[in-house]
């Protein structure tokens, strides 16, 4: 019983620390165009340009992600995994909180972007150590042949932080004026991470250390940068695909299909309803067939039918409910690889390197293929005119992790 109860913590303090963490970064992008317009369009710039710098800062934090890793997931794989789970909550509380108080570009000028990029790249830093340190807690206390079900719960927050976003997003538009929402109600989502990150802060603090770091090491424990390289490869399509069809959605169906506020948030809650209800299943489902399985069939489908699905939201003679299930499938094909995807990760790593490892293997691919989905998406559609562009970029990256999927020796992981 006291097994099973320790095992419950660590599930919700990992799942918490998850949920705020996603939560922000799902706020952030919800509330892109607003945000371009308060800190990065001076007075007679365009709301284009103003959109790519949001999403230029947006991307940097992302950058910084890999250095988080480095620098936390050593910390992690030396000192324990719970030390370093409550710094990093406590930063990324901290600086989600202090955005929703920053002097906007006509108070401040051009200090105003400046300060708001500098609390992105502290949370760039603090969510890079969360991710490994969350990931290795959940798989290490996870009982025997649940791991996946277990690690599907980091990607199972994260789909309920996206969702909370969207969630508040939506509420404060309907409740607030345009007027009211682009003043001041922008901000309340951000301070809503006060007390999110304290009871985050209250069950890691209770946490024990995880069995499998407590068993003594052997010797001198490499990181193996071949597995990292693996990794990183094996995940992209679910870094950039989730990023896509979740988180950028809102601001392409604005800026490129002219679609109202409101209504592009709840296509994306929509899209965010799917994905979370396949995360667990695909978790529970890889721990009986193998993660590699579960998280090729998730790839091969996006390849398949990611433009497929930007022709439906593009057809102005489709109904609502045929897009909303469209946007639906789309969630839930990126579920597929999100649930088995961190046991994956997890179990590609031993357990003195496996924060370092699989954090910066992640890190390494949203940096780079989440982290400037917005961006590389927003401004090829504003050059080139041609709206498939989020299709191409979701179907392509998938294409790459099926090949590493199926390129690689069979392991644990499947």
């Given amino acids: 019983m006291r097994e099973r109860n320790r095992s419950l ?38 709301a284009a340009e103003g959109l790519v710098r949001t999403y230029a800062s947006f991307g940097l934090a992302f950058f910084f992600r890999p250095l988080g890793a480095a620098l936390f997931g050593r910390l992690a794989d030396r000192l324990g995994r719970r030390p370093v789970l409550i710094l990093v909550v406590a930063l990324m509380t901290g600086a989600t909180a202090l955005i929703g108080v920053l002097p906007t570009y ?103 250390e995880t069995p499998e770091f407590r068993e003594p090491a052997v010797g001198a424990v490499r990181v193996p940068v071949g597995a990292i390289a693996l990794a990183a490869a094996r995940v992209m399509g679910w870094s950039a695909a989730g990023y896509t069809f979740l988180v950028v959605l809102p601001s392409y169906l604005q800026a490129a299909l002219h679609t109202g506020f409101r209504q592009a948030l709840l296509a994306t ?64 094909v990126v579920g597929l690889m999100a649930g088995p995807g961190p046991a994956m990760l997890a179990e590609m790593f031993p357990a003195r390197a496996r924060c370092t490892g699989l954090g910066l293997a992640y890190a390494l691919s949203n940096a780079v293929f989440s982290g400037c989905a917005g961006l590389i998406i927003t401004e090829a559609v504003r050059r080139t005119g041609n709206l498939d562009v989020p299709g191409y970029y979701a179907a392509a990256t998938c294409a790459v992790s099926v090949l590493a999927l199926l390129g690689s020796p069979r392991t644990k992981a499947g």
């Fill in 106 to 208: 006509a108070q401040a000028g051009a200090l105003a972007p400046w300060l708001l990029t500098f609390l992105r790249v502290v949370q760039g830093l603090s969510a890079g150590g969360e991710f490994g340190g969350a990931v290795a807690m959940l798989t290490e206390f996870a009982p025997p042949g649940r791991r996946g079900l277990y690690g599907a719960w980091q990607s199972f927050t994260v789909a309920l932080g996206l969702l909370g976003g969207a969630g508040v997003a939506v509420g404060l538009s309907v409740l607030l004026t345009a007027d009211q929402f682009g003043s001041w109600g922008w901000r309340l989502p951000f301070l809503l991470a006060l007390p999110l990150g304290a009871l985050a802060l209250w069950l890691r603090i209770g946490l024990d």
């Fill in 269 to 332: 809650v929509v899209a965010n309803l799917g994905f979370a209800a396949a995360i667990l299943p695909a978790g529970l489902l890889s721990d009986r067939v193998g993660r590699r399985p579960v998280m090729l069939a998730g790839a091969g489908l996006v390849v398949l039918l990611a433009l497929p699905l930007l022709g439906l939201l593009q057809d102005p003679g489709a109904s609502a409910a045929v897009k909303g299930a469209g946007l639906c499938g789309a969630g839930a």
């Fill in 9 to 46: 913590r660590a599930l919700a303090a990992g799942s918490v620390g998850n949920f705020i963490e996603w939560y922000e970064f799902g706020v952030y992008g919800y509330v892109a165009t607003v945000v371009a317009e308060r800190f990065f369009t001076p007075a007679g710039g365009s």
